[in-house]
């Protein structure tokens, strides 16, 4: 070692796998890292494997650790430690630290970084990365006008850039979106990065050119005259779709002109460049219709500060890694399979067990709350469709109709009918309301080959549906009752932040204004009573009545649509529901439809990203996997396996491989609690226990083992721990 640092030798430290070392080298330098993998077959130069960027301190033989007179030399606070694998399982007192457990093990966190790498900053909404870093929130279009006109503009100017470079482009559509924005191109040459960087560099000039962007209003005709003159195709079927005039022109400068009704920056200078990145290509159909010109489409991102983009790529990575098709492969929950069908899920053994905990808790919280579960058939005939509307206003989500026995039948779309169809089957009283019915319905609407996207958009899935008929005078009660469920059930999934939206009658609606105003003010009544704050949206409820949407937070700070509560004055009158009133006469319901999960596959994909794989105690599908040391304690091991699952906890036993080998396979499939049994242990009827949020616990007896485990399970913790 170096007279500087004084540290100790690699060769002092156990020379197995990872090592991890943080040290200040001078009181000006930042922390030096060093992230490195020791071997020692190799020449001293070459026996740690070093990213080549990350600061560190070197000596002549590699990496080192300082040592105590280094810690006081500069006064600075020791925070590295390093460790080694084992494969019996035994404490390693002599190298316990931070960063590592009793197993003598490096702790890792899912992304293969160890537990005491530097964590990412943060990016959006107060969520977290998987390390537990906290998430600083970023702006969204909706919150903000600057970002939006960035955005817009942007995709502008991308599109000028890229018919600047390839002259044969024709452009197409250009919006901006979630975090950024896109542009579509019918282009002879597929795009490569290659490409991309030199569209960056040109919108790059574009911007730092300042060009003034003009807004100029046109005729029809006029519009039309200058489109065929460029030879834009795409832009005059999208005129001939326009139907307001006058039509709206932007200009940048006197180079490029766009078919846009706004809004823009004022100059292209407003951009910032460094706050700007181009990310993929990804093929289009044009109008999303497979029968369609393929087009390509570029995707960038756009903020109003360079921190801000810093933020939002870290988060892209952070999100990247919890994709849920990525993990439904790697831990073996779910797959759809293109020789059976798009968008048609198949759930494996792990997943499927997911999924039945998800729906048995789904069960009996509604039946706790006064709710009757229902069943019904997956398809029905088109006359059922036609009297709900759905025929006729929703046909294009729908499978095609199905002859049998000279009678058509329809793959239902939606529950509603269904329940509607069971409350015609009685006589009903002001007495008997409200019925809940509740049904875990599984629905199939079409989607295009080019829109479906994992779980999150499927061609068939299961709604946790159920509907309310009540009285006028028991709409806050009963939506109370809903708001309540709502909160009890996403926060037993670990969903405690919520974005409210009240959403009002639209300009064309059924029912008179009386009924949409009791509406409303009951909806607005029941949030006041749950003290939630929300947002109004005017005019933005279904032409059938007002609704409450919910949108929960995930752990990196991503909002997803998930509870919807709609009242109904519409099928009610449709299908002429009524019930008797205290003076003996008739009158309509109220309808209220509901959905908490919104469906169990989109539920389930949050699930799988929020919780980066790694599920609670309570919802994992394997709970804990038994080691044994060695073959002599397997018998061991499956006896304590049967006893466990006597006592309903869900445990494998794992063999056949160094107990090194078992656990890092263990951690992969990311069981939260590993039980390791050597000779010691199955003498002493005990298990030496690991958990994904305790780390070693040492050894406990079995008793104790299975009582901690289904106490945390009772109480669906949300954390891993036995402690």
């Not at 600083?136 to 939006?148: A, G």
């Not at 460049?273 to 570029?298: F, H, N, P, T």
């Not at 009890?488 to 939206?501: D, H, V, W």
Request: glycine share 8%; hydrophobic share 35%.
């Amino acid at each position: 070692t170096t007279d500087e640092t004084r540290g100790t030798h690699p060769s002092n430290c156990i020379p197995k796998q990872t090592m991890w070392c943080r040290a200040r080298a001078s009181p000006q330098a930042g922390w030096a890292l060093a992230n490195t993998t020791w071997n020692p077959t190799k020449p001293w130069k070459e026996r740690f494997k070093w990213d080549g960027k990350t600061k560190c301190i070197r000596t002549r033989s590699g990496f080192v650790l300082p040592s105590e007179p280094w810690k006081k030399k500069h006064d600075r606070t020791w925070l590295g430690n390093c460790a080694a694998s084992t494969t019996t399982g035994e404490k390693r007192e002599d190298v316990q630290g931070e960063g590592t457990d009793a197993f003598g093990t490096v702790r890792e966190n899912e992304d293969g970084s160890h537990a005491t790498d530097p964590k990412p900053k943060g990016v959006r909404n107060g969520g977290k990365t998987d390390a537990g870093v906290e998430l600083e929130p970023l702006p969204t279009s909706d919150q903000s006008d600057t970002l939006l006109k960035i955005r817009h503009t942007s995709a502008h100017v991308m599109a000028m850039a890229v018919q600047q470079i390839f002259k044969d482009a024709q452009v197409t559509i250009g919006p901006w979106i979630d975090n950024g924005f896109y542009y579509d191109f019918d282009l002879k040459t597929p795009l490569s990065d290659k490409d991309l960087k030199k569209i960056k560099k040109k919108m790059r000039y574009i911007i730092n050119k300042n060009l003034p962007l003009v807004r100029e209003e046109v005729t029809r005709e006029e519009a039309e005259k200058r489109i065929k003159d460029l030879g834009e195709p795409y832009k005059l079927e999208i005129l001939q779709g326009i139907q307001e005039e006058p039509i709206t022109i932007y200009h940048i400068g006197n180079e490029w002109w766009d078919l846009c009704a706004g809004p823009h920056l004022d100059t292209t200078g407003q951009i910032d460049a460094k706050a700007l990145e181009l990310e993929s290509v990804a093929g289009a159909y044009w109008r999303g219709d497979e029968k369609r010109e393929m087009l390509q489409r570029i995707y960038g991102t756009a903020w109003e500060t360079e921190q801000q983009l810093q933020q939002y790529l870290v988060m892209k990575e952070e999100a990247k890694k919890r994709d849920h098709r990525k993990l439904g492969k790697e831990l073996d929950l779910f797959s759809i399979q293109e020789d059976a069908g798009g968008g048609l899920v198949f759930w494996h053994p792990k997943g499927g067990m997911v999924r039945h905990i998800i729906e048995s808790f789904w069960k009996e919280t509604h039946l706790s709350r006064g709710y009757e579960l229902l069943y019904s058939p997956h398809v029905a005939k088109l006359e059922l469709w036609k009297t709900s509307g759905h025929f006729d206003f929703y046909k294009e989500n729908m499978f095609d109709s199905m002859d049998v026995e000279d009678e058509t039948y329809q793959l239902k779309p939606m529950n509603c009918p269904f329940h509607i169809v069971v409350y015609q089957d009685g006589y009903r009283s002001y007495r008997d309301l409200p019925l809940r019915w509740a049904e875990l319905g599984t629905v199939y609407r079409y989607e295009r080959s080019g829109t479906m996207h994992g779980l999150f958009r499927v061609r068939g899935f299961t709604q946790d549906d159920a509907h309310i008929f009540c009285l006028p005078d028991q709409i806050t009660d009963e939506i109370c009752g809903v708001l309540d469920l709502v909160e009890q059930i996403l926060t037993t999934f670990g969903f405690k932040t919520y974005e409210i939206n009240l959403s009002t009658k639209p300009e064309k609606a059924v029912g008179g204004d009386d009924i949409w105003t009791m509406a409303e003010e009951s909806l607005v009544a029941a949030l006041e009573r749950k003290n939630w704050r929300y947002k109004v949206d005017q005019g933005g409820g279904a032409f059938y009545g007002p609704k409450i949407d919910v949108k929960i937070t995930d752990a990196i700070g991503r909002q997803w649509q998930c509870s919807t509560i709609q009242l109904d004055f519409n099928l009610p009158e449709r299908f002429n529901l009524e019930y008797v009133t205290p003076e003996n006469g008739r009158a309509r319901p109220i309808m209220i439809h509901r959905a908490i999960f919104g469906s169990i596959e989109r539920f389930f994909g949050i699930l799988v990203e929020s919780y980066a794989g790694m599920f609670p105690l309570w919802l994992a599908p394997v709970q804990a996997q038994i080691l044994p040391v060695s073959d002599a304690q397997l018998d061991y091991c499956n006896k304590v396996a049967s006893k466990m699952r006597a006592q309903g906890l869900r445990v494998e036993v794992k063999s056949g491989e160094r107990l090194a080998k078992l656990i890092r396979n263990a951690e992969v499939q990311k069981i939260p609690v590993l039980l390791v049994a050597g000779q010691h242990e199955a003498e002493n009827y005990g298990l030496s226990v690991r958990t994904r949020a305790d780390g070693d616990l040492g050894e406990l007896s079995v008793d104790e083992v299975v009582a901690r485990m289904n106490e945390k399970v009772r109480i669906k913790c949300s954390e891993c721990k036995l402690s």
